[in-house]
């Protein structure tokens, strides 16, 4: 078992945060996509947002495209208590064969993504700087270290990224990703950076509920002992209530367990003031594979119709729900 972090460990609070909820944010709906350039609308981003508004306080989001500034608009037009985590949308700027699915590209496409990463940079300190009463913190990309990522970049271009993003403006600076680098790969990263963002996911590896949380604390101990002077939060943790087996045991992915699982940490990171991000606020149809039991599509509180899963009972009348409606559907077809 890891120790927990001492009191001479590094905390939020010495970058005058305090702790509160906080929330993965991406608002695709039915039908949107991202990578088809098809964006939330404002009405739509302001739903979800006075929805979240009601008990998270700090969102993260991944890029800085359109959805991105939308919704940092709909805080500031809105009026909504939200800080938010802006982050940047890396493409690869090296092949990668260790990644499962693939991650080969020609010289072509890799000169063409460092560009669109330089271009992505720019945004940032764009969009920093215009909405810097609400963005509170960046990261300097998801995701683009570890072993397997279909978008690797290394690590002294992360370097020079963190650079240049802190000569242009005042907020921390951070990086996403899982918990197994920040121990070896990404120590010169570290140096650079004003704090360290880590992800763990129990189910993706093979844990189930008996020993989810213990393991949990052990990758993000594992980080916060190894950089006692660096303050350490949780940008994605969760777990997903469907699967088809990609990765994840369909036995080992249903509300119940993603409510035991959030109540469960939930209740060690309030108590020990450690900032996390749940992943994720809604479902998202457009993530993975075209199996609508993907995995990748199923990790929100609520479902993509914005009706709120069992995890969310407390705090969310239950209403009617995705899940009421799918039952009343069957018996219907059942009574006809």
């Known amino acids: 078992m890891f120790k927990k972090h001492s009191d001479k460990v590094a905390t939020i609070s010495s970058m005058n945060l305090s702790h509160a909820n906080a929330i993965c944010y991406s608002g695709y709906r039915e039908g949107q996509n991202p990578r088809e350039g098809i964006y939330p609308t404002y009405d739509e981003v302001k739903e979800d947002l006075l929805i979240l508004a009601s008990n998270w306080n700090y969102l993260r989001i991944y890029d800085c495209g359109p959805h991105a500034e939308i919704v940092l608009d709909v805080i500031r037009i809105e009026a909504l208590h939200f800080k938010v985590m802006l982050g940047v949308d890396m493409a690869a700027e090296m092949s990668n064969p260790h990644c499962p699915w693939g991650a080969e590209f020609s010289e072509e496409t890799l000169s063409a993504n460092r560009q669109n990463n330089c271009n992505e940079i720019h945004k940032m300190i764009e969009l920093s700087l215009k909405y810097d009463d609400i963005v509170f913190s960046v990261s300097v990309g998801n995701e683009a270290s570890v072993e397997w990522t279909d978008h690797m970049v290394p690590v002294d271009r992360l370097v020079n990224y963190v650079r240049q993003i802190k000569k242009e403006i005042k907020q921390p600076v951070t990086f996403c990703e899982n918990y197994v680098p920040w121990t070896y790969k990404l120590e010169p990263l570290v140096a650079e950076l004003d704090f360290i963002s880590i992800h763990t ?21 594992s980080v916060a002992n190894h950089y006692p002077d660096k303050p350490v939060i949780i940008t994605e943790a969760g777990w997903t209530t469907a699967s088809n087996g990609r990765g994840i045991e369909p036995w080992n992915a249903n509300e119940d367990l993603q409510a035991h699982y959030y109540e469960q940490l939930l209740a060690w990171t309030t108590q020990e003031k450690i900032l996390t991000f749940v992943f994720e606020a809604f479902d998202e149809p457009w993530k993975g594979s075209s199996d609508p039991l993907e995995p990748e599509k199923h990790w929100g509180l609520f479902y993509v119709d914005r009706t709120p899963k069992l995890v969310m009972k407390d705090i969310f009348p239950r209403k009617t729900t995705h899940a009421d409606t799918i039952v009343n559907i069957n018996t219907k077809d059942e009574v006809a």
Not at 201 to 208: D, N, S
């Open 201 to 221: 996911y129990p189910a993706w590896e093979f844990r189930t509920m008996e020993d989810a949380l213990e393991y949990t604390k052990q990758n993000y101990y």
